[in-house]
């Protein structure tokens, strides 16, 4: 389930991600991120709060695909990315995609930050 953690004026939001992935969460994120967008923002930065990688497991697959397409043709949209998470993993990950990813987007930057950061994560993505 997608949840918004925060509002904001500007161009970004922040979303918990729990239990269960579904396409109506697909929907959700993007109607979201097109209500930024249609705002007049070029770039959307967003948060995204893991609780831990069982989400993996309990996610639709069908919806996971759906989500992967949608970001793969909004990529350019994108500006800054907090993940927060607990989890090495997920830090390794982020950080590889952060250096990747920026070659194709140079308005893209992707940081990992633990739950204890939460309110940097947030300030991250307002700044």
């Known amino acids: 389930m997608v949840t918004q953690i925060k509002t904001f004026e500007g161009n970004a939001l922040a979303l918990e991600l729990t239990g269960r992935f ?7 994120i993007e109607q ?10 070029k770039h959307v930065n967003i948060l995204i709060k893991v609780k831990d990688l069982s ?12 989500a992967e397409i949608w970001g793969i043709k ?8 907090a993940v927060v998470a607990q989890s090495d993993v997920i830090k390794s990950v982020v950080k590889i ?5 920026h070659l194709v987007n140079d308005a ?3 940081k990992y930050f633990d739950t204890a950061q939460l309110e940097e994560a947030l300030q991250f993505i307002e700044g």
Not at 22 to 28: F, G, M, V
Not at 55 to 66: C, H, I, S
């Open 55 to 66: 989400l993996l497991k309990n996610m639709d697959l069908k919806a996971f695909w759906e």
């Open 22 to 28: 579904t396409e109506a969460d697909t929907l959700l």
């Open 32 to 41: 979201l991120f097109e209500e930024k967008l249609n705002a007049g923002h």
């Open 97 to 101: 995609e952060n250096k990747a990813l």
């Open 108 to 110: 893209f930057e992707e």
């Open 74 to 81: 909004h990529f350019g949209k994108l500006g800054r990315c």
